[in-house]
């Protein structure tokens, strides 16, 4: 079975930065759409970051211009680049990721911006 460990998560300034990796175990070559959620206290979770199999990305309207989603096949490994963080951007944050037709979850990373 697949399972995917997200890191880089932590404690920041408003205006600061963090990068999210998620890395799959194993020797996993190929995966479908990779995807970040995210999920503050008593909030439904949503949707912030999506990259398809071809490269096509697609991103919630609150992150455009700060955040960026990328992958790299061959480790296995997703990425979420976070720029310019605001208090609202606090949460835990979810890696997804789809193989060879089921959707496996990480555990989680808690993302806490300070004002």
């Known amino acids: 079975q697949v399972q995917l460990v997200e890191s880089g998560g932590g404690l920041v300034q408003a205006g600061g930065s963090l990068r999210l990796s998620c890395a799959a175990s194993?020797?996993?070559?190929?995966?479908?759409?990779t995807a970040w959620y995210r999920q503050a206290p008593g909030k439904q979770r949503e949707l912030v970051a999506l990259?398809?199999?071809?490269?096509?990305?697609t991103y919630v309207e609150s992150v455009k211009g700060r955040f960026t989603i990328s992958r790299d096949n061959a480790k296995n490994t997703m990425y979420l680049q976070m720029n310019s963080l605001k208090p609202e951007d606090t949460a835990v944050y979810y890696c997804?990721?789809?193989?060879?037709?089921?959707?496996?979850w990480g555990q989680g990373t808690q993302v806490t911006v300070s004002s």
């Open positions: 997804k990721a789809r193989h060879s037709g089921d959707d496996y």
């Open positions: 194993g020797s996993i070559f190929s995966f479908g759409a």
């Open positions: 990259i398809n199999s071809i490269g096509s990305t």
